[in-house]
């Protein structure tokens, strides 16, 4: 049963994701005309509520997708099985998160000054 | 003998789902990592972002939006022949739809940038 | 016609503890010659040591799939004329992701163990003693399982899918669509236990949808949709369940 929760996982965290991408591809599209800055970026989500739980929920999901991505790669193209693949798996996922979160935080923590 | 012999499109689409998969995923460190620099160290953030201004990182991000937008639709349409009963017509019309829809946002970002 | 033209053949030869070596044979070349009738002339007439294997010739038996230039195939059933069109030569090969016998022969074992681990078995609902159970033909359920009773084993979509390749687990497009395919039958009794057989590592869900099985099956039946079928199937038990 484990292996199917696994599976589920999977596929929920990439529905979660799909409106999140659509958002994220349509500001690339938006942001990069003109130019990207820092204060440009900043002035949009430092202090935004809103975008600290948009991006917030994009990384638990994004840590959870590419780490079981990787995990199936892991296992069909380097051989890696049962703990070893499985403990890789949770490094690769906490590592992206513990990373994603420290970005999240670091856009939208304190108010534009 | 070619070099894939048993490439067809079904199984060119699984590639391309994995590999664009396996892409985003190396890129989400260093994502991460330079949008972190808002708080340790915003005046390199600022010049990471310089960067994106040539032409060559330029090309690089079409690369990673195209890989994203690629993943993302390669996932809608498996989600969608895993989960909706559908039969083989409407499926065929679902890729069609998909990459209509790849088409209009490459188009799109084309003319953004 | 006086001068004779040949076949270029690349025969893969060796046995489990060899590593393969490939031996080179030029064959007669005739009018609606099939790859079985090449490796046939070569036992026959170059090489009487050449292991392979095959029983019915007409592509109802399956035992005589091999790799024919990289593709699975019933050899029996597959034209020289086709495979070979701007290739300097044919190369045949044993079934992939198999252990190897000798020569062209696999040990279809593996496959035939999934097949059982797979739960394809039938769990009847009546004894012998009650009447048999009507089954309705037209039912969308009896669509779904007739979509897969033509297979008769011959492992082609077993060789052709790179997820086996990759996961020694996974328990392969034939025996998930014997799964799916008992799945659907009105006169099966134990649907969870074929759920709980096929959503173990190595089950239906380790399945990327390549399609390979599907499209190199020589009976043109869709095992990746009757996977698909066993995902959903699992899916909408997992909801109910936690709804």
């Given at each position: 049963?484990?292996?199917?929760?696994?599976?589920?996982?999977?596929?929920?965290?990439?529905l979660?994701?799909?409106?999140?991408?659509?958002?994220?591809?349509?500001?690339?599209?938006?942001?990069?005309?003109g130019?990207?800055?820092?204060?440009?970026?900043?002035?949009r989500?430092?202090?935004?509520?809103?975008?600290?739980?948009?991006?917030?929920?994009?990384?638990?999901?994004?840590s959870?997708?590419?780490?079981?991505?990787?995990?199936?790669?892991?296992?069909?193209?380097?051989?890696?099985?049962?703990?070893?693949?499985?403990?890789?798996?949770a490094?690769?996922?906490?590592?992206?998160?513990?990373?994603?979160?420290?970005?999240?935080?670091?856009?939208?923590?304190?108010?534009p000054a | 003998?070619?070099?894939?012999?048993?490439?067809?499109?079904?199984?060119?689409?699984?590639?391309?789902?994995?590999?664009?998969?396996?892409?985003?995923?190396?890129?989400?460190p260093?994502?991460?990592?330079v949008?972190?620099?808002?708080?340790?160290?915003?005046?390199?953030?600022?010049a990471?972002?310089?960067l994106?201004?040539m032409p060559l990182?330029?090309?690089?991000?079409?690369?990673l939006?195209?890989?994203?937008?690629?993943?993302f639709?390669?996932?809608l349409?498996?989600?969608?022949?895993e989960?909706?009963?559908?039969s083989?017509?409407?499926?065929?019309?679902?890729?069609a739809?998909?990459?209509?829809?790849?088409?209009?946002?490459?188009?799109?970002?084309?003319?953004?940038? | 016609?006086?001068?004779?033209?040949?076949?270029?053949?690349?025969?893969?030869?060796?046995?489990?503890d060899?590593?393969?070596?490939?031996?080179?044979?030029?064959?007669?070349?005739?009018d609606?010659?099939?790859?079985l009738?090449v490796?046939?002339?070569i036992?026959q007439?170059?090489?009487?040591?050449?292991t392979?294997?095959?029983?019915?010739?007409?592509g109802?038996?399956?035992?005589?799939?091999?790799m024919?230039?990289?593709?699975?195939?019933?050899?029996?059933?597959t034209h020289?004329?086709?495979v070979?069109?701007?290739?300097a030569?044919?190369?045949?090969?044993p079934?992939?992701?198999?252990p190897?016998?000798k020569?062209?022969a696999?040990?279809?074992?593996?496959?035939?163990?999934?097949?059982?681990a797979?739960?394809?078995?039938?769990?009847p609902?009546?004894?012998?003693?009650?009447?048999?159970a009507?089954?309705?033909?037209?039912?969308?359920?009896?669509a779904q399982?007739?979509?897969?009773?033509?297979?008769?084993?011959?492992?082609?979509?077993?060789?052709?899918?790179?997820t086996?390749t990759?996961?020694p687990?996974?328990?392969?497009?034939?025996?998930?669509?014997?799964?799916?395919?008992?799945?659907?039958?009105a006169?099966?009794?134990?649907?969870?236990?074929?759920?709980?057989?096929?959503?173990?590592?190595?089950?239906?869900?380790?399945?990327?949808?390549?399609?390979?099985c599907?499209?190199?099956?020589?009976?043109?039946l869709?095992?990746m949709?009757?996977?698909?079928?066993?995902?959903?199937?699992?899916?909408?038990?997992?909801?109910?369940?936690?709804?």
């Amino acid at each position: 049963m484990r292996e199917f929760h696994l599976y589920m996982a999977q596929r929920l965290s990439a529905l979660v994701m799909a409106p999140f991408v659509l958002v994220h591809l349509g500001l690339i599209i938006y942001a990069i005309q003109g130019g990207l800055s820092a204060a440009e970026i900043l002035g949009r989500t430092q202090g935004s509520v809103f975008w600290f739980l948009f991006y917030g929920m994009f990384v638990v999901a994004v840590s959870i997708h590419a780490a079981l991505g990787l995990r199936t790669i892991l296992g069909e193209w380097a051989g890696l099985r049962g703990r070893a693949l499985d403990a890789t798996a949770a490094v690769i996922g906490l590592g992206l998160f513990a990373m994603g979160a420290h970005a999240v935080y670091a856009v939208t923590a304190g108010g534009p000054a | 003998m070619r070099a894939v012999p048993r490439a067809h499109p079904l199984w060119l689409a699984y590639i391309l789902h994995r590999l664009s998969g396996l892409g985003l995923a190396l890129f989400l460190p260093a994502h991460f990592w330079v949008l972190s620099q808002a708080m340790t160290n915003p005046a390199r953030l600022d010049a990471f972002l310089e960067l994106t201004g040539m032409p060559l990182v330029k090309l690089a991000e079409t690369g990673l939006v195209f890989l994203l937008a690629v993943h993302f639709f390669g996932g809608l349409r498996l989600m969608a022949l895993e989960w909706l009963p559908w039969s083989a017509p409407q499926k065929s019309l679902a890729a069609a739809a998909t990459a209509g829809a790849f088409l209009v946002s490459t188009l799109f970002l084309m003319r953004a940038i | 016609m006086t001068e004779e033209t040949t076949i270029k053949v690349r025969v893969q030869r060796g046995t489990a503890d060899d590593t393969p070596r490939f031996d080179r044979f030029e064959v007669p070349a005739h009018d609606s010659q099939t790859v079985l009738d090449v490796v046939s002339w070569i036992q026959q007439h170059a090489d009487p040591g050449l292991t392979y294997r095959f029983a019915c010739r007409v592509g109802m038996c399956g035992s005589c799939a091999m790799m024919v230039n990289g593709v699975p195939r019933w050899t029996c059933r597959t034209h020289v004329r086709k495979v070979l069109g701007d290739a300097a030569e044919i190369e045949i090969r044993p079934l992939r992701n198999l252990p190897v016998i000798k020569d062209l022969a696999a040990d279809l074992d593996p496959f035939f163990d999934k097949w059982v681990a797979a739960e394809g078995r039938h769990h009847p609902t009546r004894t012998r003693h009650d009447p048999i159970a009507p089954v309705d033909p037209g039912s969308a359920e009896r669509a779904q399982a007739s979509a897969g009773i033509e297979c008769i084993n011959c492992a082609v979509c077993y060789a052709a899918c790179d997820t086996v390749t990759g996961n020694p687990d996974y328990l392969g497009p034939a025996a998930l669509q014997r799964a799916w395919t008992l799945f659907n039958d009105a006169k099966e009794a134990d649907r969870d236990a074929i759920l709980d057989a096929v959503t173990g590592p190595g089950g239906c869900t380790s399945c990327h949808s390549m399609g390979s099985c599907t499209a190199y099956c020589p009976n043109d039946l869709d095992p990746m949709s009757a996977i698909a079928g066993l995902k959903r199937a699992a899916a909408r038990r997992y909801f109910r369940k936690a709804g």
